[in-house]
């Protein structure tokens, strides 16, 4: 059974950063990607970004562009999500999520809670 | 950015059938629009119920059904059951990013 388990919720102040993990078990990458993607409070959901696992390649969504940093460590089945200059508008849900084959969304981490505040 | 639009919200009733629909701003929805679709419930991470236009999970119940109609990607609930009360997404691939749209509401009532 695949399971992708994210680390525990994190309070940031304005201007840090964060680094949101996701450690996969069950599963061996191999033509998968990883995407992230956020959902702000009682809004909808927001494509970030994806990163191939096997090859380290990345694509981010235009909006977070200079802000985010995709990267996975293969030794620990491991990907994290950087993001920086936190704001107030970044206090969302963040969730990790598999892509297999052929576009096939599948699995989704339990999500992670970053609040951005003074 | 593609905008990506759904109905705000729906109703059904119980035992009843609805379709939600999938709108691409830059024109109709293709299969290499890769629509896929996810129920999220309060509190809870989505699920994928539907990728790739019309394929199924193990764990999507049948009584979901996904298609392309008149340039939309759609949902089809058929026998409504209330624990299908949810917010459905729909995520398609444009212009090299992937795109959500704004969610649908769906009230079983």
């Known amino acids: 059974q695949v399971q992708l388990v994210q680390s525990g919720a994190e309070v940031k102040s304005p201007g840090a950063s964060v680094k949101v993990s996701c450690t996969a078990s069950?599963?061996?990458?191999?033509?998968?990607?990883i995407h992230w993607v956020r959902q702000t409070p009682g809004q909808g959901l927001d494509w970030m970004g994806l990163i191939s696992p096997r090859g380290g390649g990345t694509t981010y969504a235009h909006k977070f562009q200079g802000r985010i940093t995709l990267t996975g460590d293969m030794s620990t089945n491991t990907l994290y999500m950087e993001l920086s200059g936190l704001n107030s508008d970044d206090t969302a849900v963040y969730y990790c999520?598999?892509?297999?084959?052929?576009?096939?969304?599948?699995?989704w981490g339990q999500g992670t809670l970053v609040t951005v505040s003074s | 950015q593609t905008v990506v639009t759904q109905e705000p919200s729906l109703t059904v009733s119980p035992g009843g059938t609805v379709t939600l629909t999938c709108t691409s701003g830059?024109?109709?929805?293709?299969?290499?629009?890769?629509p896929t679709w996810f129920q999220q419930k309060p509190g809870q991470a989505p699920v994928t119920l539907i990728y790739s236009t019309a394929n199924k999970h193990s764990w999507t119940p049948a009584r979901f059904s996904g298609s392309l109609l008149g340039g939309k990607a759609a949902l089809t609930l058929s026998g409504a059951q209330p624990e299908d009360e949810a917010d459905y997404y729909c995520l398609g691939y444009s212009g090299g990013a992937w795109v959500f749209g704004g969610g649908t509401k769906l009230f079983v009532l």
């Open positions: 999520v598999k892509e297999g084959r052929s576009q096939t969304w599948d699995y």
């Open positions: 830059t024109g109709p929805v293709t299969s290499g629009f890769f």
């Open positions: 069950g599963h061996t990458f191999t033509d998968d990607y």
